[in-house]
């Protein structure tokens, strides 16, 4: 089963307005990353955050982690065209050492 | 600086045959991982490779075998094809367990 579970699978909006995407997770993790894939092609790396953080920010993105939840949140600030594309969540579980385990993911549409 | 590359972009294959996909890690990096893409899903982990040993291995079957060289490249070879089969081989690249950085991938159609 997923680790990772994205919600919502899918997010329309309109050029300007935020994009809010969340992720939860079943067991104790080292970090948590989040990527962006367009049109079936190869991930790019968005940001990384350690168990120990609650927050971190790059550029437009803030993402929050919440590891009493398990849970994550990511944050795209005043969204563009080129924003649209399917993004994930994925969890470095704890003792597993870079193996990622990805979520479904959310596909967002952003309307010019 | 080159990212990660991969090779081929594209391949087509029949039932039973065998595959290689190739990848080129990022300069620096020593840990490549290889993931499978199923069309509308998550990657899934098949395996890492760190000093040309398999660290770790996902749930996937012994038909799925890799190899990683001196120079860090790594090859992922699939026997026996199965329909199922078909899909994005991603590779990533990483110094140890840090960020992982993805190449293209190879998108394969067994027919």
């Known amino acids: 089963s997923q680790q990772g579970e994205e919600d919502p699978q899918a997010l329309s909006i309109q050029e300007g307005e935020n994009a809010t995407m969340n992720c939860s997770y079943k067991?104790?993790?080292?970090?948590l990353q989040w990527y962006r894939q367009n049109s079936g092609r190869g991930l790019v790396h968005l940001i990384l955050i350690r168990s120990n953080e609650r927050e971190k920010h790059s550029g437009r993105l803030r993402v929050t982690l919440d590891t009493s939840k398990k849970s994550s949140s990511l944050l795209i600030t005043a969204s563009r065209a080129a924003d649209t594309a399917s993004y994930f969540c994925a969890t470095d579980v704890k003792g597993s050492y870079g193996k990622l385990t990805f979520g479904q993911g959310t596909i967002l549409t952003v309307h010019p | 600086d080159a990212g990660v590359t991969q090779s081929p972009t594209h391949l087509i294959k029949t039932r039973g045959q065998q595959v290689t996909l190739r990848c080129s890690p990022k300069?620096?990096?020593?840990?490549v991982s290889w993931y499978q893409q199923a069309l509308g899903q998550g990657p899934q982990f098949i395996f890492q490779y760190y000093e040309e040993e398999e660290r770790q291995r996902g749930n996937f079957p012994d038909r799925f075998s890799g190899h990683q060289f001196p120079n860090y490249s790594s090859e992922l070879n699939v026997n026996a094809l199965l329909l199922g089969d078909s899909a994005l081989y991603l590779c990533?690249?990483?110094?140890?367990?840090?960020?992982?950085?993805f190449g293209p991938g190879t998108r394969l159609l067994v027919l």
């Open positions: 990533a690249s990483s110094w140890g367990p840090e960020t992982q950085y």
């Open positions: 067991t104790s993790i080292n970090n």
């Open positions: 300069s620096g990096h020593d840990t």
